[in-house]
Antibody
Framework: QVQLQESGPGLVKPSETLSLTCTVSGGSLNSDSYYWTWIRQPPGKGREWIGYILYSRINGITNYNPSLKGRVSMSMDTSKNQFSLKLNSVTAADTALYYC?????????????WGRGTMVSVSS | AIEMTQSPSSLSASVGDTVTITCRASQGIRNDLGWYQQKPGKAPKLLIYTASTLQSGVPSRFSGSGSGTDFTLTISGLQPEDFASYFCLQQYNYPRTFGQGTKVEIK
C-alpha cells in the first residue's frame, strides 16, 4: 500500500523559504504514471493546488500554479523516494496545511493517494 | 482558473438519511471531477472519479453523477463513519481547483 508522508519545519519566518518533503513508501517515484503533487489549505479557506513534478530520466517535469507567481519550485530524489517543495519569499498568507498527493496520469485521472498534511505557519 | 462552487457548506443529517452534495463548475469540465472524503487529522480519501466511477473499496452507498458543469455526490443511507467533510476537485485543466467543501454533521 502506497503511503505519503509530509515533513518539514512547522514555522517559517516571513520573507524566508518554506521547504517541505514528501516521502513515498510502498511505491516508487520512478514512474511516469503519476504526477507528484503539492496542495495546501490555509486555515478557514479553500484548498489550492500548488503544482506537480513528473518523473523523467533527465530532470523532473514541473507544472506550477500561476497564482504563486514564480515563488515555487519542486524537485525529486528518487534514491530516497522523496519529492520536495520550496516556496520562497513567504508571507502570512502562506500559512496553511500542506499536503502531498499522487495524481494518476493516464486513463481515469484522480488523486488516489494523499498524505495527512503538515501545518506550516509563517510568523516572526 | 475554473471556479468550483460547492453546496451546501455544511449539513446536519441522521444515520440512514440520504444526503446530496453538489458542485458546479464555472465552465464545462466534461466528467473530469472527483469526490473526496476527509476526516480530521486524516488524509483525504478518493471516493468517486470521472464524476461517477466508484473507487475500489468504497461502499456502494456513495454515488456520483453529472457532466459538464453540474455534479452531485449522493450518500444513500448515511452511516456513522460517513460523518466527515467532502470536497470536489476538477481535473479538466490546470490549475486543478477545488470546491470549498461540505461538512456532514450528526443531527
Amino acid at each position: 500500500q502506497v503511503q505519503l508522508q509530509e515533513s518539514g519545519p512547522g514555522l517559517v519566518k516571513p520573507s524566508e523559504t518554506l521547504s517541505l518533503t514528501c516521502t513515498v513508501s510502498g511505491g516508487s517515484l520512478n514512474s511516469d504514471s503519476y504526477y507528484w503533487t503539492w496542495i495546501r489549505q490555509p486555515p478557514g479557506k479553500g484548498r489550492e493546488w500548488i503544482g506537480y513534478i513528473l518523473y523523467s530520466r533527465i530532470n523532473g517535469i514541473t507544472n506550477y500554479n500561476p497564482s504563486l507567481k514564480g515563488r515555487v519550485s519542486m524537485s525529486m530524489d528518487t534514491s530516497k523516494n522523496q519529492f520536495s517543495l520550496k516556496l520562497n519569499s513567504v508571507t502570512a498568507a502562506d500559512t496553511a496545511l500542506y499536503y502531498c498527493a499522487r495524481e494518476v496520469r493516464f486513463g481515469a485521472s484522480a488523486f488516489d493517494m494523499w498524505g495527512r498534511g503538515t501545518m506550516v505557519s509563517v510568523s516572526s | 482558473a475554473i471556479e468550483m462552487t460547492q453546496s451546501p457548506s455544511s449539513l446536519s443529517a441522521s444515520v440512514g438519511d440520504t444526503v446530496t452534495i453538489t458542485c458546479r463548475a464555472s465552465q464545462g469540465i466534461r466528467n473530469d471531477l472527483g469526490w473526496y472524503q476527509q476526516k480530521p487529522g486524516k488524509a483525504p480519501k478518493l471516493l468517486i472519479y470521472t464524476a461517477s466511477t466508484l473507487q475500489s473499496g468504497v461502499p456502494s452507498r456513495f454515488s456520483g453523477s453529472g457532466s459538464g458543469t453540474d455534479f452531485t455526490l449522493t450518500i444513500s443511507g448515511l452511516q456513522p463513519e460517513d460523518f466527515a467533510s467532502y470536497f470536489c476537485l476538477q481535473q479538466y485543466n490546470y490549475p486543478r481547483t477545488f470546491g470549498q467543501g461540505t461538512k456532514v454533521e450528526i443531527k
